[in-house]
């Protein structure tokens, strides 16, 4: 059975401090993988990721993929009371896309 | 202008009504896409279409229907509502096979319904 399995599943952490978020699958087929930002609204997207050991960068977040082992994960460096949101992972696979519980970042000032 | 629009934006509704759920996408996608949210169950499918033509059952299609007017339109019916079926939902496009971009998918803003 196709499965993405995120954690944690919170996370609570002071401005400034880095946090590293992973998601892991399990599907067939696999053709890539996404992360989204979801606060009170729609999921807006991050990156893409299809290719192992490539890092994808965005000012202070980053995401790399290891599809070895299967997981990918989301860092965020010098975190900000911004980054406070729930963060999706998603594995697009045959006609489904397939998406994690997501992790739900708080950031305390 | 959004690239995908949902309307209503919020609604509540009582046990039994009849609800549609309708989205509209200027991006010229032809794959379409319904999820709920529910807390602490992430984003689960409910339909999806891959083009006017097509439509197929996902992860939880039990009591709703969809129906694809065209290319741009995608709707989303509960035929009479219950109580468990109050969620966020979001219409999704993508098109698939455009130069590697074509995994990601682009979200409406999202309806909140509740069923009383």
């Known amino acids: 059975e196709d499965k993405v399995v995120q954690s944690p599943l919170s996370l609570v952490v002071h401005e400034g401090d880095t946090v590293t978020l992973n998601c892991s699958y399990e599907?067939?087929?696999?053709?890539?993988l996404l992360w989204y930002k979801q606060e009170k609204k729609a999921p807006t997207f991050l990156f893409m990721l299809?290719?192992?050991?490539i890092e994808k960068k965005s000012g202070r977040l980053s995401s790399i993929l290891d599809k070895k082992e299967l997981f990918s994960i989301l860092n965020i460096t010098a975190t900000q009371t911004g980054d406070s949101a729930v963060y999706l992972c998603?594995?697009?696979?045959?006609?489904?896309?397939?998406f994690g519980t997501g992790t739900s970042l708080t950031v305390i000032p | 202008d959004a690239d995908v629009t949902q309307t209503p934006r919020n609604r509540i509704t009582k046990t039994g009504k009849r609800i549609m759920l309708e989205c509209s996408q200027t991006?010229?996608?032809?794959?379409m896409y319904w999820y709920r949210q529910d807390p602490g169950l992430g984003l689960q499918l409910i339909y999806y279409?891959?083009?006017?033509?097509?439509?197929n059952k996902g992860e939880i299609s039990d009591g709703y229907s969809v129906s694809r007017q065209a290319q741009a339109k995608f709707s989303l019916s509960l035929e009479s509502a219950i109580p468990n079926q109050t969620a966020l939902y979001f219409c999704?496009?993508?098109?698939f096979g455009a130069g590697g971009l074509g995994d990601t998918q682009y979200f409406g803003p999202g309806t909140r319904l509740t069923v009383l």
């Open positions: 279409s891959f083009d006017v033509k097509d439509i």
């Open positions: 998603a594995v697009p696979t045959g006609n489904q896309f397939y």
């Open positions: 991006k010229g996608h032809d794959r």
């Open positions: 999704a496009t993508s098109d």
């Open positions: 299809t290719s192992s050991g």
């Open positions: 599907v067939t087929n696999f053709r890539s």
